[in-house]
């Protein structure tokens, strides 16, 4: 079964940080993009950043960049987000995917993770 587990959420205060992380298993990831979309209460699911499948590459919204720092470790089939400077229009819950970046296709996602940023 493949499947995508994301860890590391939680509660924080404006300016903190937070790193997430997503394990892979059922299948190497190494080959794919790996992305990271969010969703907040009443909003529609939105991208953050996303990272090719060699790790050459990298992009972030306008929203996040700066702040966030996208990485993956395809030998251990993970990809992490390092999140930074953290403000309160963070808050949602965070996705990671596998795909592929150009088409915006990302065929496996995982369950998510609450990140709450406090003001």
């Known amino acids: 079964q493949v499947q995508l587990v994301e860890s590391g959420g939680g509660l924080v205060q404006a300016g903190g940080s937070l790193r997430l992380s997503c394990a892979a298993s059922g299948r190497t990831f190494s080959s794919d993009d790996m992305g990271w979309f969010r969703q907040a209460p009443g909003k529609e699911r939105e991208f953050v950043a996303a990272?090719?499948?060699?790790?050459?590459?990298?992009y972030y919204s306008d929203s996040v960049k700066g702040r966030f720092t996208i990485s993956r470790l395809n030998a251990k089939n993970t990809v992490a987000l390092q999140m930074n400077s953290l403000k309160p229009e963070d808050t949602a819950v965070y996705y990671c995917a596998a795909g592929v970046y150009r088409t915006g296709v990302y065929n496996y996602w995982g369950q998510g993770t609450q990140v709450t940023v406090s003001s």
């Open positions: 990272i090719t499948w060699s790790g050459g590459s990298t």
